[in-house]
């Protein structure tokens, strides 16, 4: 069946793929995980757990992270669009505190990989959005870290359109930055 398009990010690791859909009348078909594909492409993880979000329009999730527990993710949009972000925090990367954005939807059909000591987040830009993605590790409640989404150390280009009100919980609205991110890694 079909082949995977892969296009590498500015930030190592970070990958965009495109699935090869095949259409007709009726409808499409796509394979949305392929092992074999993945593989060869450069995503060799064993995936161990699959989640799915809804949300409505404005709902900002993220920055999110695990401390103890680090996680690759393989994510994609079923339904809506999203803007969807990754920043590097492994430690003595180049690329460190970088962030990149992807347009994720039903439409376009992309997937983002995200490698473990990324912090990841997204926006719903349209009126609902249903997510979903793959996770290398499980989720450990007691694990989760996160930085606040408009750090301007980070500097993250959110695309919020004029007049859209951000919708996050509490714990969102709550992270610091990357600044005291830093200094806690080095006590």
């Known amino acids: ?7 590498t990010c500015e930030i190592e690791g970070l990958k965009v793929i495109t699935p090869a859909v095949f259409g007709d009348s009726r409808g499409y078909f796509m394979e ?36 103890n527990y680090p996680q690759d993710k393989l994510v994609r949009v079923v ?3 999203v803007y969807d972000v990754a ?4 430690p003595g990367s180049k690329t ?13 059909k992309k997937q983002f990989f995200i490698p473990k000591n990324f912090a990841h987040g997204f926006l719903v830009l349209s ?19 996160g930085l606040i989404y408009n750090d301007p150390k980070i500097g993250v280009e959110w695309p919020i359109p004029e007049g859209m009100e951000l919708i996050m919980s509490e714990k969102d609205k709550n992270w610091s930055g990357l600044k ?8």
């Open 79 to 81: 339904s809506g669009e």
């Open 96 to 108: 460190f505190g970088k962030w990149h954005g992807v347009l994720l939807s039903a439409e376009n």
């Open 32 to 67: 949305t995980y392929n092992y074999n594909d993945f593989k060869e492409a450069g995503i060799d993880q064993t995936f161990v757990q699959d989640n799915q979000s809804a949300s409505k329009k404005g709902v900002l999730r993220g920055l999110h992270f695990q401390i």
């Open 127 to 145: 009126d609902y959005a249903e997510f979903t993605y793959k996770c290398t590790d499980f989720y450990h409640p007691n694990d989760e870290g």
């Open 180 to 187: 005291d991110y830093i200094a806690a890694k080095e006590d």
């Open 1 to 7: 069946m079909g082949k995977i398009t892969v296009e």
């Open 87 to 90: 920043v590097d925090l492994r």
